[in-house]
T-cell receptor, first 112, second 112 residues
Framework: NAGVTQTPKFQVLKTGQSMTLQCAQDMNHEYMSWYRQDPGMGLRLIHY???????DQGEVPNGYNVSRSTTEDFPLRLLSAAPSQTSVYFC???????????FGPGTRLTVT | GQQVMQIPQYQHVQEGEDFTTYCNSS?????IQWYKQRPGGHPVFLIQ?????EVKKQKRLTFQFGEAKKNSSLHITATQTTDVGTYFCAGPTTDSWGKLQFGAGTQVVVTP
């Protein structure tokens, strides 16, 4: 199993550009999450999904969109990048019955 | 809303010494999880505590869940350089979605 994979690993955007961060898992997990990590602020939940077609907002959803068309994939879209979105983004998944989350390697995003 | 707080934010430890990091929730938790993130890496699940007063050990790491299920601690004995990283606690949010709320983490630096 590859576990949770994320692409790209690094990305630089200009203000106003859009892009999609990819996340995929091959463990057949129902629950998937997107977090952003900023210095001193821990991991903050952006969006969350409990299954294909079902998503919910987290603590910091503004400026981000998600969709979950398959169990495996959970892409995160930045519609119009802003410097405040410079961060490290982690995707995570877990099985319904277990609380242990498996994290992807992360995407380091810089918006200039 | 629900808050999960960790202290200290930074911990400088001499190799061989013991230290403890603390996690406090503003609400009663059904369970609490601990994760470790090495520098430049992604969070990795360490353990989950469920019962009031529960104590679990992993080699030199001892995890405890408070009697009121609102706080937890991680105690590391005989700290080694391999213990370097940031330790996060996380608890489920009070809504029914099964999201996780992370603390800001304790960053541990070990000096030889």
């Amino acid at each position: 199993n590859a576990g949770v994979t994320q692409t790209p690993k690094f990305q630089v955007l200009k203000t106003g550009q859009s892009m999609t961060l990819q996340c995929a898992q091959d463990m057949n997990h129902e629950y998937m999450s997107w977090y952003r990590q900023d210095p001193g602020m821990g991991l903050r939940l952006i969006h969350y999904s409990v299954g294909a077609g079902i998503t919910d907002q987290g603590e910091v959803p503004n400026g981000y969109n998600v969709s979950r068309s398959t169990t495996e994939d959970f892409p995160l879209r930045l519609l119009s990048a802003a410097p405040s979105q410079t961060s490290v983004y982690f995707c995570a998944s877990r099985d319904r019955g277990l609380d242990e989350q498996y994290f992807g390697p992360g995407t380091r995003l810089t918006v200039t | 809303g629900q808050q999960v707080m960790q202290i200290p934010q930074y911990q400088h430890v001499q190799e061989g010494e013991d230290f403890t990091t603390y996690c406090n929730s503003s609400t009663t938790l059904s369970n609490i999880q601990w994760y470790k993130q090495r520098p430049g890496g992604h969070p990795v699940f360490l353990i989950q505590l469920v019962k009031s007063g529960e104590v679990k050990k992993q080699k030199r790491l001892t995890f405890q869940f408070g009697e009121a299920k609102k706080n937890s601690s991680l105690h590391i004995t005989a700290t080694q350089t391999t213990d370097v990283g940031t330790y996060f606690c996380a608890g489920p949010t009070t809504d029914s979605w099964g999201k996780l709320q992370f603390g800001a983490g304790t960053q541990v630096v070990v000096t030889p």
